[in-house]
């Protein structure tokens, strides 16, 4: 159980580190809410079950929709999209 603990803090430093550093603005959002799950884990193998939830729900939930629905709304998803078929 103890290793399962490291991989997933190993898997939520990458996915800190990945936001960070990624400049496709969907794949951020997509990798934050990778990161809210496994912090949704974490929590319930910290025996910390209403935190898991909240986080689940807030954090990969609502958060992740708010996201998509700004990206939306700027046109950011469409733009990227045009870029990449621009490119090719």
């Known amino acids: 159980m103890e290793y399962f603990m490291y991989i997933l803090l190993f898997f939520l430093v990458v996915c800190a580190l990945a936001v960070s550093f990624t400049k496709n603005l969907l794949n951020a959002v997509l990798v934050f809410m990778s990161y809210s799950l496994i912090m949704s884990i974490i929590?319930?193998?910290?025996?910390?079950?209403?935190?898991?939830?909240?986080?689940?729900?807030?954090?990969?939930?609502?958060?992740?929709?708010?996201?998509?629905?700004?990206?939306?709304?700027?046109?950011?998803?469409?733009?990227?999209?045009?870029?990449?078929?621009?490119?090719?």
């Open 43 to 88: 929590w319930i193998l910290l025996e910390s079950p209403d935190l898991a939830i909240t986080e689940a729900a807030v954090g990969a939930g609502v958060t992740s929709i708010l996201f998509f629905v700004t990206l939306k709304k700027i046109e950011a998803i469409r733009k990227e999209h045009k870029d990449e078929q621009a490119e090719k």
